[in-house]
């Protein structure tokens, strides 16, 4: 049967105290160097509970909401409340946000790496490395010895000695702590409703140590069902995008047709309609300079746009104008360009709106500038 194990670290090179939790029940507490490997080998998880004293537990105001960018931004939000360079401390976040608020626990990168090659040369790799005065329930304090653990609330952790505890109570309404022989099945006994912030986060993470056990096969099912899910989208996507664009030019010609005939009632292929009005634009020697030219000059160029789509086209006045919708000026003023170097013709930005993240913008093909 699989079980949990909660190893207590006590210092480089110091004994162990660990014991096994299954069903909730914790077993007896064990002191040697390390487990036997075939106990590490049964064990579902491994947590490990590192002295509190070298873990500064604190609350911080993030305005992201999900955990991925809250770390980002927790680095710099904890600069102010730590003493050390931000760069030479690990800050670990909580699975998630009460409030607005993340728990967050910062610990030297050095202590963090000394403790994992400790661990390491043990033999044990942990899923999980825990404050032990954060394994506490709220409001709760042990004492064990000459240390005293106080959880009190669900930010603040905090560890230290005897007479240390005596300064900080003088005066405090802290509540007193209780004594115990063993620390770590009290903390086994808490540890499931205390959320203790995992330390082991981004680089620190280490490779699962059943991460063997999943078979290749499986994890090559699971990519090719992904990429077979992701070309089903992108096809989607990319026909939507298409037909987006064809929709648009299609509005555009049939704009322009009736601009040039005005008396036309219907226009259900506007393609075609505008290739024959061409022809017979052409035969009369005036096909140069009409709308309907300028806009099946200029389709091609419209056509290859993946971010910026045409939403009406207007000719007057010798010149043709096209109503673009572009994710910023810069996008807009490459359509520009791109169009003047295939019309060889003047294109100029005739307005440009900020409409909801993207830009509404104008652009004269031909006539006077």
């Not at 955990?67 to 976040?93: M, N």
């Not at 086994?188 to 490779?207: C, H, K, W, Y």
């Amino acid at each position: 049967m699989r079980y949990g194990l909660l190893i207590r670290w006590c210092g480089t090179g110091e004994p162990l105290e660990w014991l096994r939790v299954e069903d909730g029940r914790a077993g007896f507490v064990q002191r040697e160097r390390a487990p036997a490997a075939t106990v590490l080998a049964k064990a579902a998880s491994i947590a490990v509970l590192v002295p509190a004293e070298d873990v500064l537990s604190i609350g911080l105001d993030l305005p992201a909401r999900k955990p991925d960018a809250a770390r980002k931004a927790a680095a710099f939000a904890a600069e102010e409340q730590v003493a050390a360079p931000i760069e030479s401390v690990q800050v670990a976040l909580a699975a998630a946000a009460s409030d607005g608020r993340w728990s967050c626990a910062v610990i030297s990168r050095s202590k963090l790496a000394a403790i994992q090659s400790d661990l390491a040369q043990r033999g044990i790799v942990a899923d999980a490395l825990h404050a032990d005065a954060a394994c506490l329930a709220v409001g709760r304090a042990l004492r064990s010895g000459d240390r005293v653990l106080l959880r009190l609330d669900r930010e603040r952790a905090i560890a230290c000695d005897v007479a240390l505890w005596s300064r900080v109570n003088k005066g405090a309404d802290l509540v007193a702590p209780e004594t115990v022989d063993e620390l770590l099945p009290e903390l086994a006994r808490d540890v499931s409703v205390a959320m203790p912030i995992n330390l082991l986060q981004g680089e620190f993470i280490g490779r699962h140590r059943g991460a063997g056990a999943l078979r290749w096969w499986a994890w090559a099912a699971m990519f090719a069902v992904a990429a077979i899910i992701l070309q089903t989208l992108w096809m989607q996507l990319d026909s939507w995008r298409l037909q987006q664009r064809v929709d648009a030019l299609n509005s555009a010609m049939v704009l322009v047709y009736r601009e040039r005939f005005p008396d036309a009632q219907r226009v259900p292929n506007p393609r075609l309609m505008l290739e024959n009005a061409l022809k017979q634009a052409g035969a009369g020697g005036v096909a140069s300079d009409t709308g309907l030219s300028l806009l099946a000059r200029a389709a091609p160029v419209l056509g290859n746009q993946t971010q910026s789509q045409l939403s009406g086209a207007e000719y007057r006045g010798g010149s043709l104008e096209l109503r673009i919708n572009a994710p910023d000026i810069g996008a807009l003023d490459a359509l520009r360009e791109s169009l003047a170097s295939a019309l060889g013709l003047a294109v100029t930005l005739e307005s440009a709106t900020a409409d909801q993240g993207r830009i509404d913008g104008r652009l004269r093909i031909g006539g006077a500038r």
